[in-house]
């Protein structure tokens, strides 16, 4: 699973991105109500479920190839990072599956629980967000990525 810590820096744009174009069609849904559109947002949601899962995957195999210095030395940082990650997908998964039982079960209208799915999403993308910027914090200010790996 080496091969996979190296693709962390890849993996973790994307379900930063799919997951805020979710939402932008989230909020658009409120303007825009249609069966099809609800499905096209829904449809935008489960794309962000692997794409997570690729991010959560390369970064517990990135974490478990540092070195054991430089693991120990920012512990704290990066074990917030994790928790975070863990709890934004934990988050995406309940809301995406919840949303496609809503779809399924009203056949095709997620009608007054819009208000529901885009305040959980607002709180998904403010703990993404957050991800991002301890990642960030990580690999641009302590210097701890993929190429430490390597070396």
């Known amino acids: 699973m080496d091969y996979i810590a190296e693709l962390h ?10 997951f805020l174009v979710y939402l932008l069609f989230e909020f658009v849904s409120f303007f825009y109500k249609s069966k099809d559109f609800d499905y096209i947002v829904q449809a935008l949601l489960l794309l962000v479920v692997p794409a997570m899962i690729l991010a959560l995957l390369s970064g517990n195999s990135t974490e478990t190839l540092l070195p054991s210095a430089i693991a120990g030395k920012f512990h704290d940082q990066i074990e917030l990072h994790e928790e975070i990650a863990n709890l934004s997908a934990w988050f995406l998964f ?21 208000w529901f799915f885009l305040t959980a999403g607002i709180i ?28």
Not at 9 to 18: E, I, K, M, S
Not at 128 to 142: D, N, P, Q
């Open 9 to 18: 820096p890849f993996f973790v744009h994307f379900p930063v991105a799919l």
């Open 94 to 114: 309940f809301i995406a599956g919840f949303r496609l039982f809503i779809l399924i079960k009203r056949k095709g209208e997620v009608g007054s629980l819009r």
């Open 124 to 151: 998904v993308a403010a703990f993404i967000i957050m991800t991002s910027f301890y990642g960030g914090m990580l690999v641009h200010e302590h210097g701890i990525g993929a190429g430490l790996l390597t070396e």
